[in-house]
T-cell receptor
Framework: KQEVTQIPAALSVPEGENLVLNCSFTDSAIYNLQWFRQDPGKGLTSLLL?????REQTSGRLNASLDKSSGRSTLYIAASQPGDSATYLCAVGPDTDKLIFGTGTRLQVFP | GAVVSQHPSRVICKSGTSVKIECRSL??????MFWYRQFPKQSLMLMATSNEGSKATYEQGVEKDKFLINHASLTLSTLTVTSAHPEDSSFYIC????????????FGPGTRLTVL
Protein backbone atom coordinates (compact mmCIF):
# COMPACT_ATOMS: atom_id res chain seq x y z
CA LYS A 1 0.00 0.00 0.00
CA GLN A 2 1.40 3.37 -1.03
CA GLU A 3 2.16 5.73 1.85
CA VAL A 4 3.16 9.35 1.39
CA THR A 5 4.95 11.26 4.14
CA GLN A 6 5.93 14.90 4.31
CA ILE A 7 8.62 16.45 6.45
CA PRO A 8 8.54 18.79 8.27
CA ALA A 9 4.94 18.81 9.44
CA ALA A 10 5.19 22.52 10.19
CA LEU A 11 7.64 25.26 9.37
CA SER A 12 7.85 28.91 10.42
CA VAL A 13 10.41 31.14 8.74
CA PRO A 14 11.14 34.83 8.23
CA GLU A 15 10.40 36.42 4.90
CA GLY A 16 13.12 36.03 2.27
CA GLU A 17 14.39 32.60 3.24
CA ASN A 18 14.77 29.80 0.73
CA LEU A 19 12.83 26.70 1.77
CA VAL A 20 12.88 22.99 1.06
CA LEU A 21 9.84 20.84 1.70
CA ASN A 22 10.24 17.08 1.56
CA CYS A 23 7.93 14.33 0.37
CA SER A 24 8.65 10.61 0.46
CA PHE A 25 6.64 7.69 -0.86
CA THR A 26 7.00 3.98 -0.26
CA ASP A 27 6.17 2.56 -3.70
CA SER A 28 8.29 3.90 -6.55
CA ALA A 29 5.84 2.66 -9.20
CA ILE A 30 4.09 5.98 -9.69
CA TYR A 31 2.55 7.63 -12.69
CA ASN A 32 3.18 11.20 -11.56
CA LEU A 33 3.65 13.41 -8.52
CA GLN A 34 2.00 16.73 -7.82
CA TRP A 35 2.47 19.52 -5.34
CA PHE A 36 -0.57 21.45 -4.15
CA ARG A 37 -1.20 24.44 -1.98
CA GLN A 38 -4.15 24.59 0.42
CA ASP A 39 -5.17 27.76 2.22
CA PRO A 40 -7.09 27.36 5.50
CA GLY A 41 -10.61 26.07 4.92
CA LYS A 42 -10.14 26.15 1.17
CA GLY A 43 -9.71 23.74 -1.69
CA LEU A 44 -6.47 22.85 -3.42
CA THR A 45 -4.44 24.76 -5.96
CA SER A 46 -2.11 22.73 -8.16
CA LEU A 47 1.43 24.10 -8.15
CA LEU A 48 3.54 21.65 -10.09
CA LEU A 49 3.04 18.31 -11.81
CA UNK A 50 5.98 16.01 -12.48
CA UNK A 51 5.49 13.02 -14.74
CA UNK A 52 7.29 9.83 -13.72
CA UNK A 53 9.73 10.25 -16.61
CA UNK A 54 10.71 13.75 -15.51
CA ARG A 55 13.15 14.82 -12.82
CA GLU A 56 11.98 18.34 -12.10
CA GLN A 57 9.54 21.11 -12.89
CA THR A 58 9.80 24.83 -12.31
CA SER A 59 7.22 27.57 -12.00
CA GLY A 60 8.35 31.02 -10.92
CA ARG A 61 9.92 30.78 -7.46
CA LEU A 62 8.96 27.12 -7.15
CA ASN A 63 11.03 24.15 -8.20
CA ALA A 64 10.04 20.55 -7.62
CA SER A 65 12.31 17.57 -8.12
CA LEU A 66 11.52 13.88 -8.32
CA ASP A 67 13.75 10.90 -7.58
CA LYS A 68 11.55 7.90 -8.23
CA SER A 69 14.12 5.28 -7.35
CA SER A 70 14.58 6.65 -3.85
CA GLY A 71 10.93 7.56 -3.43
CA ARG A 72 11.52 11.24 -2.81
CA SER A 73 10.44 14.63 -4.04
CA THR A 74 11.38 18.09 -2.83
CA LEU A 75 9.66 21.42 -3.30
CA TYR A 76 12.02 24.35 -3.26
CA ILE A 77 10.58 27.80 -2.59
CA ALA A 78 12.93 30.67 -3.30
CA ALA A 79 12.76 34.01 -1.51
CA SER A 80 9.71 33.14 0.56
CA GLN A 81 6.96 35.71 1.09
CA PRO A 82 4.15 36.01 3.67
CA GLY A 83 1.72 35.17 0.86
CA ASP A 84 3.35 31.75 0.61
CA SER A 85 1.89 30.85 4.00
CA ALA A 86 -0.34 27.81 3.49
CA THR A 87 -0.33 24.04 3.77
CA TYR A 88 1.62 22.31 1.03
CA LEU A 89 0.54 18.83 0.00
CA CYS A 90 2.28 16.39 -2.25
CA ALA A 91 0.32 13.66 -3.95
CA VAL A 92 1.43 10.67 -5.97
CA GLY A 93 -0.55 9.18 -8.79
CA PRO A 94 -0.37 5.39 -8.69
CA ASP A 95 -2.11 5.37 -12.01
CA THR A 96 -3.51 7.86 -14.43
CA ASP A 97 -6.24 9.39 -12.34
CA LYS A 98 -6.02 8.48 -8.65
CA LEU A 99 -4.07 10.57 -6.19
CA ILE A 100 -2.67 9.57 -2.81
CA PHE A 101 -1.95 12.57 -0.64
CA GLY A 102 0.80 13.17 1.85
CA THR A 103 0.37 14.42 5.36
CA GLY A 104 1.15 18.04 4.46
CA THR A 105 3.56 20.74 5.62
CA ARG A 106 2.07 23.84 7.25
CA LEU A 107 4.20 26.79 6.28
CA GLN A 108 4.14 30.19 7.92
CA VAL A 109 6.26 32.99 6.55
CA PHE A 110 6.37 36.03 8.79
CA PRO A 111 7.38 39.55 7.76
CA GLY B 1 -9.12 28.22 -16.27
CA ALA B 2 -11.10 25.21 -15.20
CA VAL B 3 -13.37 25.91 -12.26
CA VAL B 4 -15.06 23.47 -9.93
CA SER B 5 -17.68 24.68 -7.49
CA GLN B 6 -19.21 23.04 -4.44
CA HIS B 7 -22.45 23.81 -2.71
CA PRO B 8 -22.99 24.42 0.09
CA SER B 9 -19.68 25.72 1.41
CA ARG B 10 -20.78 25.08 4.99
CA VAL B 11 -23.58 23.02 6.47
CA ILE B 12 -24.61 22.30 10.02
CA CYS B 13 -27.14 19.57 10.64
CA LYS B 14 -28.59 17.48 13.41
CA SER B 15 -27.56 13.91 13.97
CA GLY B 16 -29.64 11.48 11.94
CA THR B 17 -30.41 13.80 9.06
CA SER B 18 -29.13 13.50 5.50
CA VAL B 19 -27.03 16.10 3.76
CA LYS B 20 -26.44 16.52 0.04
CA ILE B 21 -23.31 18.18 -1.31
CA GLU B 22 -23.04 19.22 -4.95
CA CYS B 23 -19.92 19.36 -7.07
CA ARG B 24 -20.08 21.12 -10.42
CA SER B 25 -17.57 21.63 -13.19
CA LEU B 26 -18.44 25.09 -14.47
CA UNK B 27 -16.60 25.37 -17.76
CA UNK B 28 -15.74 21.85 -18.77
CA UNK B 29 -17.25 18.42 -18.93
CA UNK B 30 -16.04 15.86 -16.44
CA UNK B 31 -16.51 12.17 -17.03
CA UNK B 32 -14.83 11.44 -13.73
CA MET B 33 -15.14 13.20 -10.40
CA PHE B 34 -13.55 12.30 -7.09
CA TRP B 35 -14.73 12.79 -3.52
CA TYR B 36 -12.24 13.30 -0.70
CA ARG B 37 -12.60 13.73 3.04
CA GLN B 38 -10.21 15.73 5.18
CA PHE B 39 -10.23 15.65 8.97
CA PRO B 40 -8.63 18.53 10.92
CA LYS B 41 -4.88 18.72 10.43
CA GLN B 42 -4.91 15.57 8.33
CA SER B 43 -4.47 14.99 4.66
CA LEU B 44 -7.08 14.26 2.04
CA MET B 45 -8.37 10.73 1.87
CA LEU B 46 -10.03 9.52 -1.30
CA MET B 47 -13.53 8.26 -0.59
CA ALA B 48 -14.83 7.32 -4.01
CA THR B 49 -14.50 7.77 -7.73
CA SER B 50 -17.63 8.95 -9.50
CA ASN B 51 -18.12 8.15 -13.18
CA GLU B 52 -20.87 9.74 -15.22
CA GLY B 53 -23.64 7.31 -15.97
CA SER B 54 -22.32 4.46 -13.88
CA LYS B 55 -21.96 3.42 -10.26
CA ALA B 56 -19.31 5.01 -8.13
CA THR B 57 -16.24 3.08 -7.04
CA TYR B 58 -15.66 3.29 -3.31
CA GLU B 59 -12.34 3.01 -1.51
CA GLN B 60 -11.85 0.34 1.09
CA GLY B 61 -13.51 1.20 4.37
CA VAL B 62 -15.98 3.70 2.92
CA GLU B 63 -19.61 2.70 3.39
CA LYS B 64 -21.39 2.98 0.07
CA ASP B 65 -24.81 2.94 1.71
CA LYS B 66 -23.87 5.85 3.93
CA PHE B 67 -22.17 7.99 1.32
CA LEU B 68 -24.39 7.96 -1.74
CA ILE B 69 -22.85 9.31 -4.91
CA ASN B 70 -24.73 10.25 -8.04
CA HIS B 71 -23.05 11.49 -11.22
CA ALA B 72 -26.05 12.10 -13.42
CA SER B 73 -24.49 14.53 -15.87
CA LEU B 74 -21.07 15.49 -17.18
CA THR B 75 -20.99 18.58 -15.00
CA LEU B 76 -22.57 17.48 -11.73
CA SER B 77 -21.83 14.91 -9.05
CA THR B 78 -23.58 14.78 -5.70
CA LEU B 79 -22.53 13.23 -2.41
CA THR B 80 -25.28 12.49 0.09
CA VAL B 81 -24.27 11.72 3.65
CA THR B 82 -27.17 9.66 4.96
CA SER B 83 -28.10 9.54 8.64
CA ALA B 84 -25.19 11.77 9.50
CA HIS B 85 -23.48 11.43 12.88
CA PRO B 86 -20.95 13.67 14.64
CA GLU B 87 -18.08 11.47 13.47
CA ASP B 88 -19.03 12.36 9.88
CA SER B 89 -18.13 15.98 10.58
CA SER B 90 -15.33 16.77 8.19
CA PHE B 91 -14.21 18.83 5.22
CA TYR B 92 -15.42 17.23 1.98
CA ILE B 93 -13.62 18.16 -1.23
CA CYS B 94 -14.45 17.10 -4.76
CA UNK B 95 -12.31 17.17 -7.85
CA UNK B 96 -13.09 16.77 -11.52
CA UNK B 97 -11.10 15.44 -14.44
CA UNK B 98 -11.87 16.95 -17.85
CA UNK B 99 -13.25 14.43 -20.29
CA UNK B 100 -10.50 13.02 -22.45
CA UNK B 101 -7.80 13.77 -19.91
CA UNK B 102 -6.69 11.54 -17.08
CA UNK B 103 -3.78 13.27 -15.40
CA UNK B 104 -5.39 16.50 -14.29
CA UNK B 105 -7.79 17.06 -11.42
CA UNK B 106 -9.35 20.42 -10.65
CA PHE B 107 -10.43 20.76 -7.05
CA GLY B 108 -13.49 22.38 -5.59
CA PRO B 109 -13.32 24.78 -2.62
CA GLY B 110 -14.65 22.18 -0.21
CA THR B 111 -17.70 21.82 2.03
CA ARG B 112 -17.43 21.98 5.79
CA LEU B 113 -19.94 19.58 7.37
CA THR B 114 -20.70 19.82 11.06
CA VAL B 115 -23.06 17.28 12.57
CA LEU B 116 -24.42 18.19 15.99
Amino acid sequence: KQEVTQIPAALSVPEGENLVLNCSFTDSAIYNLQWFRQDPGKGLTSLLLIQSSQREQTSGRLNASLDKSSGRSTLYIAASQPGDSATYLCAVGPDTDKLIFGTGTRLQVFP
Amino acid sequence: GAVVSQHPSRVICKSGTSVKIECRSLDFQATTMFWYRQFPKQSLMLMATSNEGSKATYEQGVEKDKFLINHASLTLSTLTVTSAHPEDSSFYICSATPSGRTDTQYFGPGTRLTVL
